[in-house]
T-cell receptor, first 112, second 115 residues
Framework: GENVEQHPSTLSVQEGDSAVIKCTYS??????FPWYKQELGKGPQLIID?????GEKKDQRIAVTLNKTAKHFSLHITETQPEDSAVYFC???????????FGPGTSLSVIP | DTGVSQDPRHKITKRGQNVTFRCDPI?????LYWYRQTLGQGPEFLTY????????KSRLLSDRFSAERPKGSFSTLEIQRTEQGDSAMYLC?????????????FGEGSRLTVL
């Protein structure tokens, strides 16, 4: 089955700096790669996703890149703000309809 | 639309007791998922349904765990003869396979503590 790994497990950045989280996956059948943000006491919430026919996608301060050959994908957050502090999970699935397999998470702290 | 709701939010039980969690998905969402999350880890897939049909069950789900979605709306997750290792947050999510958003919408979870 699919296995998703994620690095780093914790990340501290100064407000205004960029943050990068990297993930790898194992199953070449995966074609859908969502990113979720989880705040304390809440369930994860989708922030952006990318499909395998796209190499990069951007939404305001957030961008994701995908290298399907290497089975790598990354999340980039620019101009970080304190409200970006949360746990971020990368994930993989065969399609957006299927079960989603999550990575172990990255705890991001943005220091004002 | 009130989102995905889970009940109870917290449950403390003694080892060996049975517990049941309920999930009410977003109305008209035909897919419903159960995940388990322990501290510092990502959600682990347990099982999912399309309408009332259980499509897949993870190997993580021992025979003590059973999930149902009898009328294709709400779902229950029952854990029999609880063990301390069952202590975790149990997350429910729903999605729709039709047009529009296909993302998973999560509830806030049911936290289980087994003493």
């Amino acid at each position: 089955g699919e296995n998703v790994e994620q690095h780093p497990s914790t990340l501290s950045v100064q407000e205004g700096d960029s943050a990068v989280i990297k993930c790898t996956y194992s199953d070449s059948a995966s074609n859908y790669f969502p990113w979720y943000k989880q705040e304390l006491g809440k369930g994860p919430q989708l922030i952006i996703d990318i499909r395998s026919n796209v190499g990069e996608k951007k939404d305001q301060r957030i961008a994701v890149t995908l290298n399907k050959t290497a089975k790598h994908f990354s999340l980039h957050i620019t101009e970080t703000q304190p409200e970006d502090s949360a746990v971020y999970f990368c994930a993989a699935a065969e399609t957006s309809y299927d079960k989603v397999i999550f990575g172990p998470g990255t705890s991001l702290s943005v220091i004002p | 639309d009130t989102g995905v709701s889970q009940d109870p939010r917290h449950k403390i039980t003694k080892r060996g007791q049975n517990v049941t969690f309920r999930c009410d998905p977003i109305s008209e969402h035909n897919r419903l998922y159960w995940y388990r999350q322990t501290l510092g880890q990502g959600p682990e897939f347990l099982t999912y349904f399309q309408n009332e049909a259980q499509l897949e069950k993870s190997r993580l789900l021992s025979d003590r765990f059973s999930a149902e979605r009898p009328k294709g709306s709400f779902s229950t997750l029952e854990i029999q003869r609880t063990e301390q290792g069952d202590s975790a947050m149990y997350l429910c999510a729903s999605s729709h396979t039709g047009g529009g958003d296909r993302e998973l919408f999560f509830g806030e979870g049911s936290r289980l503590t087994v003493l």
